[in-house]
């Protein structure tokens, strides 16, 4: 991260010299060119308000202390003006050569030889003439050469400069990352007591926070796994156990009384049906949560299909429980049927397992006022839920073992399961609940036209 600091604080000054040093030669140039324009220009209105008149050399001398000198030269190359001085034949031949040239519309400067020059036709006295006006470009070179001496020690200062910051800068960066670094190593060998604490930087204190929040669900996670695993233990223990029990007692004992013998053999039916319950829950969380992306929705009868699965809880009645049912006739709806009737025996399933003491639950499918929706609602008459437990009844692995009445436990992913098939659908559901006085829970169905024949039996027309 130094390296990448100092390399950008390089390119960064070697830009900005390069712009500089073109930016200044430039202007110190065209500045050169503006002035020996102006300067012939001057002359030239002098020779014309001069006419016929010698000229005193002071007027081809006053600029010298700018490095400016005008001379005016003869069409065969002679110096009329001023005497005494010397000037290369080559530049002299250039001038007369480049005056040649010159239009009304052309511009008479132009560089040669290190030179800026400014070149006209005039009349002297009656004689035609070259007015040639120089500046040497030296002085603009030596000049430019200062300046980019004092610019390399300027950054050279600069870069020294950088190179302190950029040092300070990534240590005190990479001294937060390599904490928060090793901090994750400690959390990914199991250590939840980590703390992720950077604030030297915005961004990397969002992402301390980000990772004490996935340290927090992590821990939670583990713990619902522990949860969840001592549960299930639990829950098997109990049904292998009578399992083995009841098979030993018609083995030994009622094997030969055919009334003790069914009684027994019904025992044992039921708590391997407990088992399969279990085995399901904790299969189903798995292929639901892989299959999200493989939904077959189709449009069917939600009330012959609510019916049907109210009907495999008619065995409750024979331990004296009622179910209370509201159901509109012919509610059709689009969903993937399948999935659904998890939905449904889960949520039945929980109301069973917590209704109340008259072992009551209300059943109800209703459409909206404007016909647009159908809502599935389940209620039980149980304890209801606390306030503060209501936001974590869809979370995985849990379970309110308080108010569960029922002596079958349950692993505590039905509700899990419900949350995720309705997400995929985009379908609304929720809870309402109070405490004392039972929870309904409710869902929210599409509301669509009854299918076509086609569509029911899966057979296209031609």
């Excluded at 010397?86 to 132009?110: F, G, M, P, V």
């Excluded at 003790?260 to 399969?276: C, N, P, S, W, Y």
């Excluded at 009868?301 to 008619?314: H, Q, R, V």
């Excluded at 304890?383 to 437990?389: N, R, V, Y």
Aim: glycine residues 6%.
């Amino acid at each position: 991260m130094f390296a990448y600091f100092c390399l950008l604080s390089v390119l960064i000054l070697v830009l900005v010299d390069v712009v500089f040093f073109i930016t200044v030669s430039t202007t110190l140039e065209n500045q050169s060119r503006n002035r020996v324009v102006n300067v012939g220009n001057e002359v030239v209105r002098v020779i014309d308000l001069s006419p016929g008149v010698t000229l005193s050399d002071s007027v081809f001398w006053r600029y010298r202390e700018e490095g400016i000198i005008a001379y005016i030269l003869s069409p065969d190359g002679a110096i009329l003006h001023p005497d005494g001085v010397e000037i290369s034949e080559t530049r002299i031949r250039e001038a007369l050569d480049h005056a040649a040239r010159l239009k009304d519309e052309e511009d008479a400067a132009y560089r040669f030889e290190g030179f800026m020059n400014f070149c006209t036709n005039v009349s002297l006295n009656g004689e035609s003439g070259v007015l040639l006006v120089s500046c040497s470009l030296g002085i603009v070179r030596d000049t430019v050469s200062n300046l980019q001496i004092y610019m390399l020690l300027v950054s050279g200062v600069a870069l020294a400069l950088a190179f302190v910051i950029a040092y300070s800068i990534s240590q005190k960066l990479t001294r937060g990352l390599k904490s928060l670094s090793d901090s994750a190593v400690k959390l990914a060998k199991g250590d939840y007591t980590v703390q992720f604490v950077n604030v030297d930087y915005k961004e990397v204190a969002q992402l301390s926070d980000t990772l004490n929040e996935m340290r927090d669900e992590v821990k939670k996670s583990g713990d619902f796994q522990r949860e969840i695993l001592a549960n299930v233990t639990h829950d098997l223990k109990t049904p292998l156990t009578m399992i083995k029990a009841y098979a030993s007692m018609i083995k030994e004992i009622s094997g030969d009384n055919p009334e003790k013998r069914e009684k027994h053999l019904q025992v044992i039916i039921d708590e391997a049906d407990r088992l399969t319950g279990l085995v399901n829950d904790v299969l189903s969380v798995s292929k639901v949560s892989s299959n999200l992306g493989n939904l077959n929705p189709k449009v069917f009868n939600l009330t012959e299909y609510l019916y049907g699965i109210i009907s495999k809880f008619g065995y409750l009645q024979q331990s004296g429980y009622n179910l209370m049912l509201d159901i509109d006739p012919d509610r059709y709806t689009r969903a993937d049927e399948e999935k659904i009737g998890q939905v449904i025996y889960n949520l039945m399933g929980n109301a069973v397992n917590y209704t109340g003491e008259d072992k009551t639950v209300y059943i109800s499918l209703k459409t909206s006022m404007d016909g647009q929706r159908i809502k599935l609602s389940v209620r039980d008459t149980g304890k209801g839920i606390p306030k503060d437990e209501l936001p974590h009844i869809w979370d995985r692995y849990y379970r309110s073992e308080e108010n569960h009445v029922r002596p079958v436990k349950g692993t505590g992913l039905g509700l899990n399961i419900v949350k995720v098939i309705l997400q995929s659908h985009s379908f609304d559901f929720g809870v309402e609940s109070e405490e004392s006085k039972g929870s309904t829970f409710w869902v929210d169905f599409p509301c669509v036209p009854a299918a076509p024949p086609e569509e029911d039996s899966g057979v296209s027309g031609d």
